[in-house]
């Protein structure tokens, strides 16, 4: 448990729409497969947040990993190479 | 596109318990089979994702059970961060089950909450019932508190036989339920178990009349995984689709999450007018036709509304009159995010018309939500200030606590007026130095707020600075906030009105408590009286409760027997509303404890004193720990456990040099102090601090009683006497009549030891004299009074009943007051009678007595015969025992 904020990405099952995707405002979207991966620096309370988040949404929960340990005091900012807009599914 | 509510039926649809009928859900008879078998254990835990079907399972069950069998439903409400609420919602529903007559007392909140005492309401309310009974409580997890955990684990794991308790939560709660789980009395139903078979999503879409290929079938189960709520979506946008095998073939072959998908298509597939709805009425947690229509714009929502919920859309009544509904909570956090994506502009205004319309309605909380909500921060904290002391009697401190989190950056900084809540939550909570800091944040706020918000805040800083005074027992404090007592009550609107009564009540209960508190003001009881009265009216119980616990202290002199029926009335009423440890009854148990003690009555005073812990709940007030602390002292003294009584006193002597200015009974205190100390053998420590005390007290009657006690631990009677002469010549004051046969029983004491045993007797009968009356004991036996009480031959005493009880109790034997039997009232005896069996405990026989009272033996056996046939006993032991009981060897009877 970190109180600083680590950087995470958490797998989801199915794509996410422009809807469900505004729960997560702090996190960015990455389409894999038939899943929806969302990755971005979060503390516990952030994290936890997000997990009911999903919970409340019924997304299905695949895996949450955290990529890399809590940023440094030195303040090394990881810059996603990363769309800059969440992708949004087109009917 | 057709709409999926169709014209709804305007009939309430209830079966019992609020429960309502099945709505198209089809029969699932495995699980309505594993329901049944779990039905013989204790208790059952259907734990599921959102969506999976839990609440209409258990609909569809509850409303196949026998109508014999009772059935008891709560829901927790979302978010519920007060877990007093939910047990009240809990013991509403036990309690509708016994059929209660309308017009029963429903239970009420109250800050003061202990949840222990609840489940033991709940239980016993079960525990009464006959018939099979099941408690449905569904959406466990919205509970907030670990407490409310713990305590629904102390209901589970006790239900009464016959009762089956079934639970439905979307995650794993902490319940420590491995007891039953090792019993085999827990069974449990998870995701798994609850998803619907291909043949069930075969028998459902049938049911809704939605006809699809087999193979549509097998991709539309193997696509929603058989989740219940991705299938009740699909029939949704299914029915009247013109091209269902399309449908299917599109939402199975798209890679989009099941419940997004879902909601947008049947969202897409509605009328505009239930979209309209849907969309703008998902910022409420819930909603009727009125509310709708205002969000909309439009009217007709309450027809939307019953159609949605006929169509099983996720949308159900919440009443039985079906005006109140909430949508299914996945339901409503897409429809949420969806209006915030798709009309972002009109959030802030839905918000705002919702916290109007709640504010009108009296739904304070929910107003201040929206508010929030809309972000007009300066609005929610002025409303959270005006009703906070209506929501601190209401027992919702912790969503005050909620509400309060909630607001932007440092509350204290951006909105002072917060300060007010602060201070409330803290006083509650017996945060005393917070609560003080905060307040002088509020009145320093209150001076400079803007002109129409002044007599709001100015009224909230006098109640708070009255209920700090009471805390910290200063009188003239609590008399300088008391002044707008005697202007009367100002408002031009019933609501302002009704503010005001409120404060006036907290006003005088605060005033009135004082005054008994202190040494020589006499208008506590009529303040107090007058504080009852007017909650009555106003529909406050608590504050009553809380007027009348104060004066069951207040009116403890001159009269015990007095304070003893105003304790136990207010006791009586509290208990009626489960406030049986509530803080608010700590005076009036610590005044019936006071007063068993003094009649001897330990065992039961020593129950008593435990509720008094519980109730304090480790409040440090000094004023009332001083009470309770004496009182545990009295009773230690009376058992002679000599060292516990030296130390609660000491702790008495504490907390009372805390105190700001003396208090009634200071002189007991400090003289009981001093006694036990001399009694323990530290006679030079005693004389010492007899010698130092510097205290305007020096000179009464309690302390000459202490001086004496000393005088005779270092062995010279002589002096004992001079101590106690002015106390038993009516020179020296005293606060009670037992301090003057406290000085009598010592008095004796010097005399025996000086071989004056004539006078000795004289002393000793003087006190049971004064005694009696009250049927005080305690000075008796707190002096070791014991052996001369002996040497005075019963026949020589016109007390004889009362010398008998104070025998036994010296000898360790408890008396006790047993509750009156309800169903036959005391046994009314003639003064004559009584005169004749206050001699039966004596050893005279029937002439002496006659004797004694100048009557011929005739009528002494004429006499008996009545009192052993009122008294239903048959010998001479069993009438005095029962005489006893009944306290009728004492004419202060207080019956």
Redesign the interface.
């Known amino acids: 448990m970190t109180a600083e904020p680590a950087l995470y990405t958490l797998r ?9 995707l ?2 997560f405002p702090a996190l960015t979207a990455e389409r894999h497969a ?1 899943q ?1 991966v969302l990755v971005g620096m979060l503390d516990s309370s952030a994290l936890y947040g997000v997990l009911a ?1 999903m ?6 929960l695949v895996a949450v990993t955290r990529v890399a340990g809590p940023a440094s005091a030195t303040g090394a900012h990881w810059n996603p190479a990363m769309p800059s807009h969440p992708l949004v ?1 087109e009917p | 596109m057709a709409s999926i509510a169709g014209e709804p039926v305007h009939t309430p649809r209830r079966k019992q318990a609020g429960v309502p009928g099945p709505l198209r859900l089809i029969a699932r008879d495995t699980l309505q089979t594993a329901l049944d078998q779990a039905a013989s254990r204790k208790v059952t835990v259907v734990a599921a ?3 999976s079907g839990k609440t209409s399972l258990l609909r569809a069950w509850a409303g196949r059970q026998d109508e014999r069998r009772g059935l008891a439903v709560v829901q927790v409400q979302r978010d519920q961060q007060d877990a007093q609420l939910f047990w009240l919602a809990m013991l509403k529903a036990v309690r509708a089950l016994s059929g209660e007559p309308v017009g029963a007392e429903p239970p009420k909140a109250s800050p003061d909450f202990d949840g222990a005492a609840m489940v033991d309401r709940v239980l016993a309310e079960l525990a009464g019932r006959r018939a099979r009974v099941t408690v449905l409580i569904d959406d466990v997890h919205e509970l907030g508190s670990a407490e409310a955990f713990t305590h629904l684990t102390r209901l589970l794991t006790n239900l009464p036989d016959g009762v089956h308790a079934i639970l439905a939560t ?2 794993d709660l902490p319940l420590r339920l491995h007891h039953l789980r090792l019993e085999g009395q827990l069974a449990e139903l998870r995701a798994a178990d609850l998803r619907f078979s291909e043949e069930e999503t075969r028998v459902l879409l049938t049911a809704a009349g939605i006809t699809l290929s087999d193979s549509a079938v097998t991709r539309l189960h193997e696509r929603t995984e058989g ?1 219940a ?1 991705g299938l009740r979506l699909a029939v949704l946008s299914l029915t009247g689709h013109p091209d269902p095998e399309r449908f299917v073939a599109e939402f199975t072959g ?8 879902l909601i ?1 298509e049947m969202l897409e597939h509605q009328p505009e007018d239930v979209q309209n709805l849907l969309l703008r009425t998902s910022i409420l947690q819930r909603v009727n036709g009125e509310l709708a229509d205002l969000l909309t714009g439009r009217p007709g929502s309450t027809r939307i509304l019953l159609g949605l919920e006929d169509a099983n859309a996720f949308v159900v009544s919440l009443d039985a009159q079906r005006t109140w509904f909430r949508y299914h ?2 339901f409503t ?2 429809l949420r ?2 209006l ?2 798709s009309l972002p502009g009109e959030v802030q205004a839905l918000h705002r018309t919702a916290a109007a319309w709640f504010t009108v309605h009296g739904a304070h909380v929910e107003a201040v939500r929206h508010l929030q909500a809309a972000g007009d921060w300066s609005e929610a904290a002025e409303l959270l200030v005006d009703y906070s002391f209506g929501m601190m009697l209401d027992g919702q401190e912790e969503t005050m606590q909620t509400l309060l989190e909630a607001f932007p950056g440092r509350t204290g900084v951006n909105f002072p007026e917060l300060s007010a809540v602060r201070t409330m939550i803290d006083m509650v909570h017996g945060r005393l130095e917070e609560a003080a800091a905060h307040l002088a944040v509020t009145a320093a706020y209150a001076a400079s707020a803007p002109e129409d918000r002044r007599p709001r805040l100015e009224a909230a800083v006098a109640a708070l600075n009255l209920s700090m005074g009471r805390r910290r027992a200063s009188l003239p404090e609590v008399m300088r906030h008391a002044v707008f007592l005697d202007q009367p009550p100002a408002g031009q609107t019933d609501e302002e009105i009704a503010l005001g009564a409120e404060l006036r009540v907290v006003a005088l209960m605060n005033l009135g408590a004082m005054e008994a508190f202190a040494l020589g003001v006499s208008d506590g009881p009529r303040h107090l009286r007058e504080g009852a009265a007017l909650a009555r009216k106003i529909g406050r119980p608590y504050l009553e409760v809380a007027c009348l616990s104060q004066l069951g202290f207040a009116t403890k002199l001159p009269d015990f027997t007095a304070a003893r029926i105003r304790s136990e009335e207010a006791i009586a009423l509290a208990e009626e509303h489960g406030w049986g440890t509530a803080h608010i009854l700590a005076p009036a148990l610590i005044s019936l404890a006071c007063t068993m003690v003094w009649m001897g009555e330990f065992d039961d005073a020593e129950g008593v004193v435990h509720r008094v812990d519980l109730a304090l709940r480790g409040d440090e007030g000094p004023g009332i720990s001083t009470l309770a602390h004496l009182v545990k002292g009295m009773l230690h003294a009376g058992r002679f456990r000599l060292a516990e009584a030296a130390d609660a006193f000491g702790r008495a002597a504490e907390f009372q040099s805390r105190l700001p200015e003396p208090h009634a009974l200071g002189g007991y205190v400090i003289a009981w102090l001093l006694a036990t100390r001399a009694r323990l053998g530290a006679v030079q420590d005693a004389r010492d601090a007899l010698e130092a005390l510097d205290s305007p007290l020096i000179d009464s009657g309690e302390l000459r009683t202490a001086r004496a006690v000393v005088c005779l631990a270092e062995g010279d009677p002589d002096a004992a006497l001079a101590a106690v002469g002015p106390v038993n010549d009516r020179g020296a004051p005293v606060v009670h009549v037992a301090t003057v046969v406290e000085a009598n029983v010592l008095a004796a004491l010097a005399h025996d030891e000086l071989g004056a045993h004539k006078e000795a007797h004289e002393a000793l009968e003087c006190a049971l004299a004064l005694a009696e009356p009250q049927g005080l004991v305690l000075p008796f036996v707190m002096a070791g009074a014991g052996a001369v009480l002996e040497a005075l031959p019963p026949h020589r005493t016109a007390h004889a009943a009362l010398r008998a009880d104070i025998l036994d109790v010296a000898h360790g034997t408890s008396l006790t007051t047993p509750a009156p039997a309800p169903t036959a009232a005391p046994p009314e005896l003639s003064p004559a009678e009584i005169r004749v069996l206050r001699y039966l405990p004596t050893n005279l026989s029937r002439p002496e007595i006659a004797d004694e009272l100048s009557i011929s033996v005739n009528t002494v056996n004429t006499h008996v015969r009545n009192i052993y046939a009122k008294l239903q006993a048959t010998d001479r032991t069993s009438a005095v025992r029962r005489a006893r009981q009944l306290r009728l060897l004492a004419t202060g009877n207080p019956r």
Do not use: F, K
Request: glycine content about 12%; charged content about 25%.
């Open positions: 989801i099952e199915g794509h996410l729409g422009a809807t469900a505004s729960a038939t929806t988040q919970e409340m949404l019924g997304l299905e599914d | 994702p959102a969506g979307r995650r989740w709520a798209s890679g989009r999450a099941v419940a997004e998908y947008a909570h996945m956090d897409l995010l969806e915030r994506r």
